[in-house]
């Protein structure tokens, strides 16, 4: 993306200490991470888990991180897809709503 089309301008101009009467509404809040709007997120049964890095690769967001014996997410960035539960050979991975 260039430098003359950032998505939000706005925010950086707050966060270059403009003051708030010469910013427009919008700056009062901060980008939008996927996990902001997500439905369901993943749960990862780590007695499953063979660390087969499935769900890594086929992550559109990349949200997936590695631990000792396990895998799990980031969910900030994880938008609920549900790709990594659809992929993983194990069925080590199951999606839930996230008003659980």
Known sequence: MSDRHHP???????QA????DLCPVATELSPMRPGDWRSFRPI???DKCVKCAVCWLYCPVQCVEE??????????????CGIC?????????TM???AQ
């Open 17 to 20: 200490g403009v003051p708030d």
């Open 67 to 80: 631990h000792a014996a396990w895998f799990d997410f980031n969910l900030q960035t994880c938008k609920g």
């Open 44 to 46: 990862v049964e780590r």
């Open 96 to 98: 839930i709503p996230e």
């Open 85 to 93: 539960a659809q992929e993983c050979p194990q069925r080590a991975i």
């Open 8 to 14: 939000y301008p706005a925010y950086h101009l707050k």
